[in-house]
């Protein structure tokens, strides 16, 4: 079956760096839409960041230039490097695995299929 399991989570100190990771099994990796979602308390989850097949990119706003999306396909492995966080960054971290999500609005969770458990990153001021 699919799994998708996340870490690299943690507590950091605002401008300091953490880098995700999920591995993935169950399902033809490297065919398909990859992307990192968060939500933190009383929040609504949102996309954080994706990458297709081909290797393209999409990013929110609010992170761009801060975080790097990027895969290991040879080790079936997504990562997200997280540089200069800010206490808003703070939430609960999640991978996603579609198909098809990458070919529209990927920033919108109802379009990935396959989720991880979440891996918790705070930061403070």
């Known amino acids: 079956q699919v799994q998708l399991v996340e870490s690299g989570g943690g507590s950091v100190q605002a401008g300091g760096s953490l880098r995700l990771s999920c591995a993935a099994s169950?399902?033809?990796?490297?065919?398909?839409?990859m992307g990192w979602f968060r939500q933190a308390p009383g929040k609504e989850r949102e996309g954080v960041a994706a990458i297709r097949s081909d290797g393209s990119t999409r990013y929110t706003a609010s992170v761009k230039g801060r975080f790097t999306i990027s895969q290991d396909n040879a080790k079936n492995t997504l990562y997200l490097q997280m540089n200069s966080l800010k206490p808003e960054d703070t939430a609960m971290y999640y991978c996603?695995?579609?198909?098809?999500?990458?070919?529209?609005?990927?920033?919108?969770?109802?379009?990935?299929?396959?989720w991880g458990q979440g891996t918790q990153v705070t930061v403070s001021s």
């Open positions: 169950g399902y033809p990796y490297r065919h398909y839409c």
């Open positions: 996603a695995a579609d198909l098809l999500a990458c070919r529209g609005s990927w920033y919108l969770p109802q379009y990935f299929r396959y």
